[in-house]
């Protein structure tokens, strides 16, 4: 069955489809009867109304009736031979159009398996063209924004973002391999940090593909790596435009946003693909700009939060950051997420903590105590505290917590991690 390539008014091309999904599409008044396609057993473009009209039936074929005076000598000659009676030889109009009937048919035959031989080469040359049309001369893609560097490997191109095979698709790096008739794209995502594992990124990617193509099936992953940081592979296979495709997806992460590296081509060249995949993921190169941002932020809030561990404020600083807020709030916020991710710990651990901050407290002079109780209350309610007082406020609960012996401290930071994580994840 033919596959058909679409190209709207704009100029822009979709496909390769099949002849249902361009009824459907003509159905719900996405493309109209003048449409060009181009049938990828064709040589040109033709219109949607071409493709769609109904077969015309070959005329039937118009035998010269016998008269009757023919009729009657047939009878009586076959009453006057004995022996079954045999029906009298075709004319020789009829054997004319019967050997040439049979020369046509035979001419379709091989016409037929002709155009099966050449067809893969033609759909391949035409795949190589539209790359080309769409290649870049860059070797080197850049990124600086997203601290990506990508050097690409041989029989790699860089596609223009303007291309029309990448339908769906929200890539920011797209690419092609002529030769292999494959296609690549690096796409970014930002998600809560500590809330998505690479793992469930992976479902989220095949999950945003499955309604683009036909049977996805998963068939295993693996730990990789990409640049010096650990990643996550997914090897699928699925259908398109009626093709069998094998597919590999690399992900990973820098603080809150996560990459998926989408590599897939013909399934007939799966060993080619698996190859190509780990060489484009070898060429990934990171240079962790928000991984240093975030390590900038929580090293500087260190001493300003003793109550918090260092997982906790890469979490707290991640969710902040992510969120165009300011780390400097971190300290003063993080009571905040403690606060509603209490119910996460067990009773006994409620109750642990509460003796912790009684020891905090208990230095503390009375009117201090005071203010604190009303401070906490303020920010765990989400009320605005003037800076002076919060500043005030927050030296006399820094210096209290700094001031416990370390057992009680590391319990507290334990305690307040496992809250805060909590806390995120119902954001």
Known sequence: MANYTVKLPDGNEYGPVDLDTLKVWRQEGRIGADTWVWPDTSSDWVTLSDVLAPEVNPPALQLKPLDREEIKQNRDASRSVSGPVVAPPPSPDRRRFILIASAVLAAAAVAIAVVALLL?????????TRMQEFALADRQIAEPDLGLVLQLPVGWVALK???PMFVGLDAKVRLGNPSLGALAAISVESHPPGVMSLDQFIDHVLDARRPLVSGLEE???ADTAVGSGRARRVDAAWSEGGDSLRAS????????RYFALSVWGPAKEVTRLAAEA?????GVGMTGVLAAKVNEAVEALTPEAPELSRAALELL????LGNGKAAEEVPETSMRDVSQGLPALSPDETQELARIYEQVYAPI???DRQRLAAYLGNIKAGRTVPPEESAELRKILKDGIAALPDEPRLRLQALNEKAIAASLALK
């Open 120 to 128: 893969p080469g033609w759909q391949k040359r035409r795949a190589q």
């Open 161 to 163: 973002a303007e291309n």
């Open 219 to 221: 068939r295993g992953r």
């Open 249 to 256: 997806v690399v992900t990973w992460q820098d603080a809150w």
């Open 278 to 282: 780990d060489s484009l993921a070898k």
């Open 317 to 320: 600083v991640k969710d902040r």
């Open 365 to 367: 002079a009375e009117g």
